[in-house]
């Protein structure tokens, strides 16, 4: 009897395994379909099995969903070359022992190997979870080992109700893995609301986290849901925790310890029943440190930390990445997929990223639209993956504030005017106040102002004492 089946219906794949699992001298057996394995599990079984996830017949959830049924103490690694989280969360709620994404690395695909034996043979009867049917499309892909960590710890949260933080730079996806978490797990029919707690005014923030009553205070004409009530059975994302504002901290944290809270204006306690899921960029160690964080809150809200990669620190996935986003550009706008030339794609690995996911996106969206050709060449790249190389001219200002708004869209800024505008009338009125030597008169002629203008201009810029 073989002591390891592998299942591929890949003859290259299994011959790897095959020459892996002979020099490591562990008998083993080859099947090219689930059903021909599915056919001699019934006369006999081995410590541990390999398989691939997508095969003709049966697939490998399917294959693995039956396992599980029948033999629920033996051992299944699935293995995949679709990098995407769905495929990884659907394994390991079937019962997988591991999920191995291609290409794998021989040596450790032994090593999981030896350790599936290990487990089966101390391994306790449990009953295995089914398999949802008919998943969606993957909503996050990576085939980096730090993304397939994600991937598993994802998998192994779906049926927790534990709080989660997520942590991460700006734009690395960090909604994504909470929506995941949520549709994942034992809550995903209920309501999944997300708020942004840095972009709500702080004296708003309180009514639309845990709502108001009639009266509470002026403008309140009716009693209104706030965020905890709406998600009501379901998940409650609070992203950008790391700015709530103290006061509001105090009333979370109540929240949470309790499982109450109070309408604004309201005698009542209400229940929460709600899995809270926060995400910050900040570091909130940092923040606890200096006094502008609780850290019991922080310890609260700490329970299970999932860090999120930078895009840098995962660029092997940036081609993957940029195919998916062309593709679904092109499928938005009824066009045919853009593809990229190998000096492109090298260009766009070779970026830094400093908008993460979020501006790789916009980027694939904006070469959509913008690229001339069906494949992009290096030179359609848009400016800021040029290395300033299309400036002709040094003083050519109109280029380099075109370069400095492709960089904002690229990186999913918003509200570009509002930050711009002010910058461009500060310098102009501090270079036209030093060319008059601070006459406000002549300078607000050089602008073509008049006085008051000029006046009310630096009062609103703050350079009254300039």
Known sequence: MSAVWIIDDDRSIRWVFEKALARENISHSSFASATEALAKLSQEQPQAIV??????????????EIVKQDWPDLPVIIMTAHSDLDSAVSAFQGGAFEYLPKPFDVDQATALVRRAIEESERFTRQEGSPVPANSPAPEI???????????????????????????????????LVARALHRHSPRSARPFVAINTAAIPKDLLESELFGHERGAFTGADAKRQGRFEQAESGTLFLDEIGDMPSELQTRLLR????????????HQPIKAN????????????ERVKQGQFREDLFHRLNVIRLRLPALRERSEDIP?????????SAAELGIEAKRLSDDAMAKLAAFS????????????????VMAPGA???AGDLPPELNNGEVLSKSGDWLSHLGIEISQRLSRGDNRILDELTPAFERIVIERALAFTGGKRIEAAELLG??????????????????
């Open 141 to 175: 892909l990576g085939q980096a080992p730090a993304m397939q960590d994600v991937f598993r710890a994802i998998g192994r949260l779906s049926q927790s109700a534990a709080t989660v933080l997520i942590t991460g730079e700006s734009g690395s996806g960090k909604e």
């Open 274 to 285: 709600v899995r809270v899921i926060a995400a910050t960029h900040q570091h909130l160690e």
């Open 255 to 266: 929240v949470l310890s309790d499982g109450f809270y109070y309408r604004v204006g309201g």
């Open 353 to 368: 990223f400093p908008g993460n996911v979020r501006q790789l996106e916009n980027l694939c969206h904006w070469m959509t």
């Open 51 to 64: 398989c691939d996830i997508r095969m003709p017949g049966e697939s490998g959830l399917q294959f693995l």
């Open 320 to 328: 993957l990445l940029a195919r998916f986003f062309l593709s679904k």
């Open 375 to 377: 494949l992009v060449q």
């Open 449 to 466: 102002w008049g006085r008051n203008t000029l006046t009310r201009k630096i009062q609103e810029l703050g350079m009254e004492n300039n």
